[in-house]
C-alpha cells in the first residue's frame, strides 16, 4: 500500500479533448500542486507522473499530463468508460495513487 501523501480521491466531469476521441478528467488544481511537489520534476516525457487509478469497479495504470492551466490531465480509455457508463460531462469519482516515486 502506497503511503497518503501518493494517494488521491476527487470528482471531476469527463470532457472530451477537441473533436477527437480523447476524454480527460481534469484533476482539480489544489491535488495537481500536490502532484508536482511530490514528483518533484521526476516526471517521465511531457512531464507526466505514471498513476494507478480507480474509477468504480475498474483500475488500470496510465500516466497525468499537466495541462497549460497548471492542473493535471487524467486521460480515459474507451474500455474504461464503456465499463463504468461514463458520459461526456458527467462526475468521474477517481482514486489516484502516484506511481514509481
Same mark, same amino acid.
Request: hydrophobic share 40%.
Given at each position: 500500500?502506497?503511503?497518503?501523501?501518493?494517494?488521491?480521491?476527487? =470528482?471531476?466531469?469527463?470532457?472530451?479533448?477537441?473533436?477527437?476521441?480523447?476524454?480527460?478528467?481534469? $484533476?482539480?488544481?489544489?491535488? =495537481?500542486?500536490?502532484? %508536482? %511537489?511530490?514528483?518533484?520534476? *521526476?516526471? /517521465?516525457?511531457?512531464?507526466?507522473?505514471?498513476? =494507478? $487509478?480507480?474509477?468504480?469497479?475498474?483500475?488500470?495504470?496510465?500516466?497525468?499530463?499537466?495541462?497549460?492551466?497548471? =492542473?493535471?490531465?487524467?486521460?480515459? /480509455?474507451?474500455?474504461? *468508460?464503456?465499463?463504468?457508463?461514463?458520459?461526456?460531462?458527467?462526475?468521474?469519482?477517481?482514486?489516484?495513487?502516484?506511481?514509481?516515486?
Amino acid at each position: 500500500m502506497q503511503p497518503d501523501h501518493l494517494r488521491f480521491e476527487f =470528482s471531476a466531469p469527463l470532457w472530451l479533448h477537441g473533436e477527437g476521441s480523447w476524454y480527460f478528467v481534469t $484533476v482539480p488544481p489544489e491535488i =495537481s500542486d500536490d502532484i %508536482a %511537489a511530490v514528483a518533484g520534476g *521526476r516526471g /517521465k516525457g511531457f512531464g507526466s507522473v505514471r498513476v =494507478s $487509478v480507480t474509477v468504480g469497479g475498474t483500475t488500470w495504470q496510465t500516466s497525468v499530463f499537466p495541462s497549460k492551466s497548471g =492542473s493535471y490531465v487524467l486521460p480515459v /480509455k474507451k474500455p474504461v *468508460r464503456l465499463a463504468e457508463d461514463l458520459a461526456e460531462g458527467a462526475p468521474v469519482e477517481t482514486h489516484l495513487t502516484l506511481l514509481d516515486l
